[in-house]
């Protein structure tokens, strides 16, 4: 991806991976788009096909609107947690200084929250304009492996120093969800030493905004050790 950024030269940018197929009208509607809207970053819907071939549709967009970044929509953005390159379309004038994160996966997570400023226009257009593909052999759906943890970590130590920016917590805490999951995978040992890593630096912290989280996760954040066995 950093090395397309340097060769490109047209005025928005998007990104696709080995795994993600265009619909027949990809270019047309984006194109339309570009034409009839003034937007800085562009968003759509993603269908995910499974496994076993079943289907379903990745809400990024819930109605076709213009929309100007204010903090109550950075809080709603963030919240989704949606963060695929490929369903956006980014006007380069925000990529000129911009770079993914190299050596880790993940990237997508670790550096477009940052793109997002108050007051950037956001166009919101309710198609389905990809496909991903479920692929066992990639990246995070081999299962737990050394660079998957580490990415994962990466992320945390740089949403960990900005959780007082309150639109970056909840990629903060979706990072430290999707880690916990996969140290559940590890095995007692691994989880434990996991816990006893976190528990002073993230886990202290976000048992003060647990309000209206599920209980499972409460139960997660606040009884860590507990959770393991149930």
């Known amino acids: ?60 967009v819930n109605k076709t609107q213009q929309k100007v970044i204010c903090n109550n929509y950075l809080s709603e953005l963030m919240s989704l947690n949606i963060w695929f390159s490929c369903v956006r379309v980014i006007h380069q004038k925000l990529l000129t200084d911009f770079h993914f994160p190299e050596g880790f996966v993940f990237e997508d997570i670790l550096s477009l929250p940052f793109l997002y400023k108050a007051g950037l226009k956001i166009y919101e257009l309710d198609e389905a304009l990809v496909t ?22 990466e992320g945390i130590i740089i949403y960990r120093n900005k959780r007082n920016e ?36 993230d886990l202290v912290f976000f048992r003060q905004y647990l309000d209206g ?12 050790r507990a959770f393991f066995y149930y």
């Open 1 to 60: 991806r950093n090395t397309g950024l340097k060769s490109v030269h047209g005025l928005y940018i998007t990104f696709l991976d080995p795994d993600d197929y265009v619909m027949g009208n990809y270019i047309s509607s984006i194109l339309e788009t570009i034409e009839l809207q003034d937007f800085d970053i562009l968003h759509f819907n993603i269908k995910k096909i499974m496994k076993n071939n079943d289907e379903f549709l990745i809400k990024h």
């Open 132 to 153: 991903y593909q479920y692929r066992s052999d990639s990246i995070t759906n081999e299962g737990v492996n050394t660079n998957l943890l580490n990415s994962l970590m």
């Open 166 to 201: 309150v639109h970056l917590r909840s990629v903060y805490f979706h990072l430290i969800m999707i880690l916990f999951d996969y140290k559940l995978k590890s095995g007692k040992q691994a989880y434990f030493k996991f816990i006893e890593n976190i528990e002073e630096t």
């Open 213 to 224: 989280t599920h209980w499972k996760k409460k139960l997660m954040i606040n009884y860590p």
